[in-house]
């Protein structure tokens, strides 16, 4: 089993910025891949950011060049920057991780609420 603690979370203005952080119990070093979703209520589910164990990168086209996925080794902590944030970014985000062969792991979500 996996613990991820997500924080970072809050209400910012438009065009701020914001960064998230997703903690795991167990190195990263063993995840096959660290991505980062969100969700408006009554919508899907969308991937945002994506990171392999070789540490290539794939985003969401509505948030390239605006966020960044990245991680720290020695924390065990996958992040996400989002810059020049948008009203239609406010979701609920959530860590994923996949860890062969235990499985899938979510963190517990956080709050991002872009608003004037």
């Known amino acids: 089993q996996v613990q991820l603690v997500e924080s970072g979370g809050g209400l910012v203005q438009p065009g701020g910025s914001l960064t998230l952080s997703c903690a795991a119990s167990?190195?990263?070093?063993?995840?096959?891949?660290m991505r980062w979703y969100r969700q408006v209520p009554g919508k899907q589910l969308e991937l945002v950011a994506a990171?392999?164990?070789?540490?290539?990168?794939n985003y969401a086209d509505s948030v390239k060049g605006r966020f960044t996925i990245s991680r720290d080794n020695a924390e065990n902590t996958v992040y996400l920057q989002m810059n020049n944030l948008k009203p239609e970014d406010t979701a609920i985000y959530y860590c994923?991780?996949?860890?062969?062969?235990?499985?899938?792991?979510w963190g517990q979500g956080s709050q991002v609420t872009v608003s004037s």
């Open positions: 994923n991780v996949d860890q062969p062969p235990s499985g899938n792991f």
């Open positions: 167990k190195s990263i070093f063993s995840f096959a891949a």
């Open positions: 990171m392999s164990n070789t540490g290539s990168t």
